[in-house]
C-alpha cells in the first residue's frame, strides 16, 4: 500500500494550496480517508476525514469553515483544499486510510499513512 501526499510548500498568510494523496495497493472506497497534521515539537492532530462515499466528514475545529476535504474514488485519490492559511497550520501534513470512522474525532486509527507534505505559512 502507497499513500502519497504532494502539494506541500511556503505560503504567505490569508493565501491557500491544496494537497493530493493518490493511493495505491488498497481497494481505495473500501476505507474512509484524512488528513493529519504534526507541528514540531506538537502531537499529531486528526485535520479532517471523508467517509468511504465522500457523504459525511469531518474537521477539527481549527480549521473547520477553511479547510475542505474530498475525495475521487475513480482516481484513488484524496484532496485537502487549504484556504485562509495561518502560521499556525504550519506543519508535515498526512494523507491516511481509516476503516473507522467516527462524527467527534474523524479517522479512527488508520491502517495506514502516508509520508507526509511539508506546508510553511509565513506570517
Known amino acids: 500500500v502507497q499513500l502519497v501526499e504532494s502539494g506541500g510548500g511556503l505560503v504567505q498568510a490569508g493565501g491557500s494550496l491544496r494537497l493530493p494523496c493518490t493511493a495505491s495497493?488498497?481497494?481505495?472506497?473500501?476505507?474512509?480517508m484524512g488528513w493529519f497534521r504534526q507541528a514540531p515539537g506538537k502531537k499529531r492532530e486528526g485535520v479532517s476525514c471523508?467517509?468511504?462515499?465522500?457523504?459525511?466528514?469531518y474537521y477539527a475545529d481549527s480549521v473547520r469553515g477553511r479547510f475542505t476535504i474530498s475525495r475521487d474514488n475513480a482516481k484513488n485519490t484524496l484532496y485537502l483544499r487549504m484556504n485562509s492559511l495561518k502560521p499556525e497550520d504550519t506543519a508535515m501534513y498526512y494523507c491516511?486510510?481509516?476503516?473507522?470512522?467516527?462524527?467527534?474525532?474523524?479517522?479512527?486509527?488508520?491502517?495506514?499513512w502516508g509520508q507526509g507534505t511539508q506546508v510553511t505559512v509565513s506570517s
Open positions: 491516511a486510510a481509516a476503516r473507522t470512522f467516527t462524527y467527534d474525532l474523524g479517522c479512527k486509527q488508520p491502517n495506514y
Open positions: 495497493g488498497l481497494t481505495f472506497d473500501d476505507f474512509h
Open positions: 471523508i467517509t468511504w462515499n465522500g457523504g459525511s466528514t
